[in-house]
């Protein structure tokens, strides 16, 4: 299977599933679903006697996106108040990002969710708020911990939990897969891709990388075992005021969207909810940034950057795993 996965500009993301040829019956049985949740299209494929272990799978995306949707006042996350004993659902991803957080000086932050409001990022009435109200709204946006399942936080704090949901429900409704038998499947959620097992003919699944500057072509594919593939870039949700673009990727320091030389940041690990707040805390970082972070080995991951001037670099763990498509970038250099 070739998974060709890119986000338009606008907040629907589109994926499409590119299945090659598999003969036979059984273990190579395919059957994909289609659907609509957390505000994107999405595809799960699995390989197998695999029909209701995909609806169980749905089920289970369906009901994180209830749970961690902070646009839903009702939602469980929009709801939290200091000293709520969490429920796994949220615990779990709060505390992924909570660690991404203490590791790469804040440029995760869970606390956005008045900035991103502002800024017309989920009403997508878009406008650039003044520089007032940025200061305004980046004091008093609050703080929060998590410790030993409990949640704490100031007075104001609301929790946007959007750079980590889709990769977390990937792993549930991996698990979810897993458990009902399917030893093989890819997930396309949206620009988050979530690999089970191998093809079913033990060979490495194909995931294309968008070109950011023209999102329905590829600058790449990379050959990939188990493991999530998410990309974050300024191409994804964006808008343009008085002949300026602004993106939704906001820097916690400025307020402002953040400029890091960046277009592209695509991260591979093995757990889904720390490659997609991987993919948001580097995108901020830029490439300097993400270097320090991958020497200090304090997370495994390996990524493919995109910078501004077209160069494409990567950390040792793709060496030989990258395939350019595009002859107008360059190709890989190690991010040295």
């Known amino acids: ?3 060709i996965v890119w986000k338009n500009k606008t907040a629907l993301l589109v994926v499409f599933c590119l299945l090659l040829c598999c003969c036979g019956c059984g273990q190579n049985k395919k059957e994909t679903i289609h659907f609509f949740s957390m505000d994107t299209i999405m595809d799960i494929t699995a390989y197998g006697d ?3 272990a995909l609806q169980l799978a749905r089920d289970t995306i369906e009901s994180l996106d209830a749970a961690l949707n902070a646009a839903d006042p009702q939602s469980a996350v929009s ?3 200091d000293g709520d004993v969490l429920p796994k659902i949220i615990s779990e991803p709060l505390e992924t990002a909570q660690a991404i957080a203490a590791q790469t000086n804040g440029a995760l932050d869970l606390t956005l969710y008045p900035l ?3 800024w017309g990022f989920f009403t997508k009435e878009y406008r650039v708020p003044s520089a007032k109200e940025i200061r305004s709204l ?3 946006r609050g703080s929060f911990t998590v410790r030993d399942g409990v949640y704490a936080c100031t007075a ?5 939990l959007g750079s980590v949901a889709k990769g977390y429900a990937a792993d549930c409704a991996v698990q979810t897969l897993r458990e009902n038998g399917v030893n093989s499947a890819i997930l396309a959620l949206g620009g988050n891709v979530q690999t089970l097992g191998t093809k079913p003919d033990g060979s490495d699944w194909v995931v294309s990388v968008a070109d950011p500057l023209q999102p329905d072509e590829t600058v790449c594919n990379l050959r990939v075992g188990e493991t999530a593939v998410v990309t974050s870039g300024s191409y994804q949700r964006n808008f343009t005021q008085d002949g300026k673009t602004y993106h939704h990727i906001l820097s916690p ?3 402002m969207p953040a400029e890091s030389g960046l277009l592209s940041v695509t991260v591979l690990c093995e757990n889904g909810a720390m490659a997609d707040g991987l993919s948001t805390a580097l995108f901020v970082l830029g490439a300097e940034g993400i ?3 991958y020497e200090r080995h304090v997370f495994s991951f390996d990524a493919l950057v995109i910078t501004e001037d077209r160069s494409v670099y990567i950390t040792d763990g793709l060496t030989d795993r990258v395939e350019m498509t595009d002859e107008t970038y360059t190709q890989p250099k190690p991010l040295k």
């Open 156 to 160: 104001g704090t609301k929790l946007d």
């Open 1 to 3: 299977m070739r998974c």
């Open 50 to 52: 695999s029909g209701e």
């Open 116 to 118: 991103s409001d502002a």
């Open 138 to 140: 980046l004091q008093s």
């Open 79 to 81: 709801v939290l108040k």
């Open 253 to 255: 320091q400025t307020g």
């Open 291 to 293: 270097k320090e972070l």
